[in-house]
């Protein structure tokens, strides 16, 4: 007698990530989206003409500069938290908020250079891209902020360490994004104005 012979395939195993991880990527598709929408809308009425030409203000350097050394912090951070060094996480995540903070005080100083000579929001189209354009993305590092001093206060409560790192990635994975659209935004206005 024959025996019932059955084949059966080994299931495939599929490509699986954490649902706020997909998200978090989702979101900053959606933020890419925002600023090239936004860029390339700035390059067509450019090229329309009245367009004020103007130096952009030499603190968006240091604050370029000050968003760079944050992210070099918050990998810090999350280096430390892997190898379970509270003290260091509790210290670089620390001071990427401060650094954070930084940042957004010279963009508003530097707005304030701005108004200085002559560049407002209101009036010609080149000063109100120009405020646009730093204030969507301050808005989108408050947004960073918020969510690092969330996951300084859980790190305080010793809810990060090594075996529960997925809110210390997603903020700092968030943080470079951001630092990144900034050096893209800086370049592109350096390239424009």
């Known amino acids: 007698m024959i025996k019932d012979i059955r084949i059966t395939e ?28 936004l860029t390339s809308a700035y390059i067509v009425r450019q090229a329309e003409g009245n367009w004020l030409t103007f130096e952009l203000p030499q603190l ?4 370029t500069v000050i968003l760079l050394l944050s992210s070099l912090t918050a990998q810090l951070a999350y280096r430390a938290a892997k190898q379970d060094n509270l003290a260091t996480l509790k210290t670089t995540l620390g001071l990427t908020v ?8 010279t963009q508003l100083y530097s707005w304030g250079v701005l108004i ?17 354009l730093m204030g969507v993305h301050g808005f989108h590092l408050l947004s960073g902020l918020v969510y690092l001093l969330i996951v300084l206060t859980q790190s305080f409560t010793y ?5 529960n790192l997925l809110h210390l990635s997603l903020s700092v994975s968030y943080w ?3 630092d990144v659209l900034w050096i893209y935004l800086f370049v ?6």
């Open 116 to 132: 200085d000579n002559h560049v407002y929001f209101v009036g010609n189209p080149s000063g109100s891209f120009l405020y646009v």
């Open 10 to 37: 080994e299931p495939k195993k599929t490509m699986s990530m954490n649902p706020k991880r997909f998200l978090l990527w989702m979101f900053m598709v959606s933020i890419v989206m925002i600023f090239a929408s």
């Open 159 to 163: 809810k990060v360490h090594s075996k």
């Open 176 to 178: 470079h994004f951001l």
């Open 60 to 63: 968006l350097w240091y604050s």
């Open 98 to 105: 401060i650094l954070g903070v930084s940042f957004l005080i």
């Open 188 to 193: 592109f206005l350096l390239l424009n104005h």
